[in-house]
Structures are given as structure tokens and as C-alpha cells.
């Protein structure tokens, strides 16, 4: 939390400081592609499409790549914007599932709809850096919208670093907020307290977790929800590895290794401001499965890169970064899970005495509670993006409830998904989508 509170207000400095907003209209400014891999996502998709065509950025373009959705994804994205089959020659740069057609309309001449055979959101992704025409993409879920300077303070990063080769933007919940074609015009809490206990979740995550990380260079993991890279060097990797549910982070992991491998200098960024919203779980049931696929992934990569670990080749990502993610992202739900069992059962045994347990209670409490209110205080030192007082209010007492229950419901989720780790780490789950809210009503007034 110190090194973010340092990298934060260094990075608000310079903002105040730069002319950001000329860059959107500039020419020179390095163009890039979006991609959006969609399997089953009529509720979200057309409000996701609205939403980037609206970005603030001069030269880009919107790959939107149907993974053999079976619901009506694909007729309402050709019918809301009067798409047609054509005929587009595209470099074939890595291997994925048959492409059937390619459509798009003059009208919206920087959309491009690309349907292909079922592969998985990994072949999705691949299929669309095929397609795309532009040096650098980035990837966005079906469920998301971004600000409209999102992609313009991510592309400046590309400009002023050459040799950044991947850049992850902050994620925020969406629930509860309105859109009017496509832009967020009013930001609310979701009125789910479950959606609303993941937006501290988020902030402390995010703003504390990847921030200061970044700072480090070790970054492992970019948000599949909202990441930039370099086209070139994802190509150079082999791109996105099919079948997996963890995707986000292995394509990272094989960016690392293939730069290392090849002593060549390279940077992969977090940066705060590039925001993202995103639909959260407004479920346990959907939480459940969200939490336990995102362990599975944590487990599948640090499987499939154990050779990197505490091997010296890979500098400080394979002796410091890999040994915290396997000891505290994935061993530590396990260890904490036992606590919540043994430390009680000590105490109803004579084992330990009632002020040795109820110092171990408040000391795991306030520092839940201690971190999650300091990762408040930065978004509102920072980018003070809840205005409402109520809104402020409703997350302090999130930040103290989220260790009465919440946290011990995740940790469960992370536990179960280390055991059913064989079984189900090809499965990816469904989680129930809703189409955003509209605020056009507030628009208009």
C-alpha cells in the first residue's frame, strides 16, 4: 500500500502536468485493435459495441469475434448495426478453429464481426489478432465497457515506452451504474451486497495489489477484462494458449519467459486510470463459480511455469514474484481455511486461552479491515470516482462486513477449486449476464 500511495500520487503529478486529451484526436498516436471474444452474450454485447465505437482515439478499430455463440449473440450485433457477409483477406499468424465469415457495414466502418467455429476464448483472441489489421491490439470481455480515454492513456504508455510489450488497465464494477449508447453517464452503488462487497475487493486489488506490483516489475497477471499489447511479441510467443481457463495470466507468463529467454529489454505495466467496467456476480452461486475457476487458472499456470520458479534466469519474477503467488495466492486460502477450523477448535479444547483467541480474531479482522479502508482512501485521494457521501459510507461499511462472512465464503470458493482442481481445470462455468441499465432518462434531463 506505501509503494502505491508513492506510484499513485507520481502518477497524479504527471497528469495534472500533461496535455493527455490532444492525443486523442492526434494522427500520430499508434493505432490499435479491439478485441472482443463473445460466446453467448445477446445481454451485453450490443451496450459493449455502443461503447467502444465511442472511444475517445483516432485510428482504431473493433474485432468482435462470435465464438460460436448459441444464443442470439450474433443476429443482434448484425441486425442493431446493418452488418453483411464480405469477402477479407486476413494473415493467418496462428493456428485456430475455421473462421465461416467476416462482416461489416461502411457505416460503422471500424466495427468488423468476425464468426467462427467454438474454440474457447484463447482461440477466440488468436483469431481475432488474425484478423486485425493494427501493431497493437487490446482485449476486452463482452460484459465490459470502457471510458471513453481509456484506450488513449493506454496507448500514450506504448508511445512514451517502446519497448512495452503488455499494459493492464484497472477494472470496476458496473452493477448499479447507467449507460446511454454506450457511455456511463450515471455511477451508483449496486444495490446487491454482494456486487458491492467485490468493489472493495476490486479497489484493494487493484489499486493496492497492481499498482505496486507494476511498480516492481512483476506483473503476472493483466485482467482479461481490459489489456494491451504488442501484437508482434504475443505472435513471437505463440499467442494465447487454447483450452485455458487462465488465459490472462499465461499469456504474461509466456511474455516473461520468451523476453527472458531472449535477453531482450521489455516493460509490462498496470496503469489506474485506463478503466474498465465490468458486470460483477450479483450471486454466491455465480460468485462461486467465478472464484473457483480463477484459482483453477492461478493453480494451471504456476503449474505450467514451475521451471521458472526460483530459477535465476528469470530475475526477480522467478525469485520473488512466482514464490509469493505460490505461497500467498495459492497455498495461503488453504492455510487460512485451516485457521478458521483450528484455531476455534483449539480454544473449545482448552488449547488456547479465550485472549489469545480473541487477539487472533481482531488482528485478522483490522488487517482485512485496515487494508480494504486504505484502498478507499486511495481511490479517493486519487480519482474520487464515488462522489456521493452516501456512496462513500455504503463502501466503508462494506470494508468492515467483508471480514465477517464474505471473506470466509471466497476463501472457501479458492479452497474447493484447489481440490477440484483435475476434474474441472478445462471447464470455464457460466455466469448469469444482465444488460446494463439504461440511463437515458438521465441523459436527457
Request: net charge positive; proline share 3%.
Amino acid at each position: 500500500m506505501f509503494i502505491s500511495v508513492l506510484d499513485l500520487s507520481s502518477y497524479k503529478k504527471k497528469m495534472k502536468s500533461s496535455d493527455y486529451e490532444r492525443y486523442t484526436e492526434s494522427k500520430n498516436m499508434v493505432p490499435i485493435s479491439v478485441l472482443v471474444p463473445a460466446y453467448n452474450e445477446e445481454m451485453t454485447i450490443v451496450d459493449n459495441i455502443k461503447s467502444l465505437l465511442a472511444l475517445n482515439y483516432f485510428e482504431y478499430e473493433i474485432v468482435i469475434v462470435n465464438d460460436g455463440s448459441q444464443d442470439a449473440t450474433m443476429a443482434r450485433i448484425i441486425d442493431e448495426f446493418g452488418l453483411v457477409q464480405v469477402k477479407q483477406p486476413y494473415k493467418k499468424s496462428l493456428e485456430t478453429q475455421e473462421i465461416l465469415g467476416i462482416y461489416r457495414n461502411p457505416q460503422y466502418e471500424k466495427l468488423v464481426l468476425v464468426d467462427k467455429l467454438n474454440g474457447g476464448k484463447a482461440d477466440a483472441l488468436n483469431a481475432g489478432i488474425n484478423v486485425s489489421a493494427y501493431p497493437f491490439f487490446a482485449s476486452i470481455d463482452a460484459d465490459s465497457v470502457l471510458d471513453q480515454d481509456a484506450l488513449v492513456k493506454l496507448a500514450m504508455m506504448f508511445v512514451e515506452r517502446p519497448d512495452t510489450v503488455a499494459l493492464g488497465g484497472i477494472v470496476r464494477i458496473a452493477n448499479g451504474s447507467k449507460l446511454h449508447n454506450g457511455e456511463l453517464v450515471e455511477m451508483k452503488l449496486p444495490k446487491s451486497k454482494v456486487a458491492g462487497l467485490q468493489i472493495v475487493e476490486y479497489l484493494r486489488a487493484f489499486l493496492t495489489g497492481r499498482t505496486s506490483l507494476s511498480k516492481l516489475d512483476s506483473i503476472l497477471i493483466i485482467s482479461g477484462a481490459f489489456g494491451a499489447f504488442n501484437k508482434q511479441a504475443v505472435i513471437d510467443c505463440g499467442g494465447y494458449k487454447l483450452k485455458s481457463i487462465g488465459e490472462d495470466m499465461d499469456i504474461i507468463m509466456r511474455l516473461h519467459k520468451f523476453m527472458k529467454d531472449r535477453k531482450q529489454p521489455y516493460q509490462i505495466k498496470f496503469l489506474a486510470d485506463a478503466v474498465c467496467w465490468t458486470q460483477a456476480p450479483e450471486s454466491l452461486k455465480d460468485l462461486r463459480v467465478q472464484r473457483r475457476r480463477w484459482q483453477i487458472g492461478l493453480f494451471d499456470n504456476l503449474l505450467s511455469y514451475k521451471h521458472m520458479m526460483l530459477n535465476p534466469k528469470y530475475g526477480k519474477i522467478g525469485l520473488i514474484t512466482l514464490p509469493y503467488y505460490w505461497i500467498f495466492e495459492l497455498i495461503g486460502p488453504v492455510i487460512e481455511f485451516l485457521g478458521y477450523i483450528f484455531i476455534p477448535l483449539a480454544y473449545l479444547f482448552g488449547l488456547l486461552e479465550f485472549s489469545s483467541f480473541l487477539m487472533f480474531f481482531m488482528i485478522a479482522f483490522l488487517l482485512g479491515t485496515t487494508l480494504s479502508l486504505g484502498s478507499i482512501l486511495l481511490e479517493q485521494f486519487s480519482f474520487r470516482r464515488y462522489l456521493r457521501f452516501s456512496d462513500l459510507m455504503k463502501l466503508v461499511g462494506y470494508a468492515f462486513i467483508e471480514n465477517l462472512g464474505f471473506r470466509q465464503l471466497t476463501i472457501l470458493y479458492r479452497v474447493e477449486g484447489i481440490i477440484r482442481f483435475r476434474k474441472t481445470r478445462h471447464a470455464w462455468g457460466q455466469i448469469k449476464r444482465q444488460e446494463f441499465a439504461s440511463g437515458k432518462n438521465n441523459a436527457a434531463g
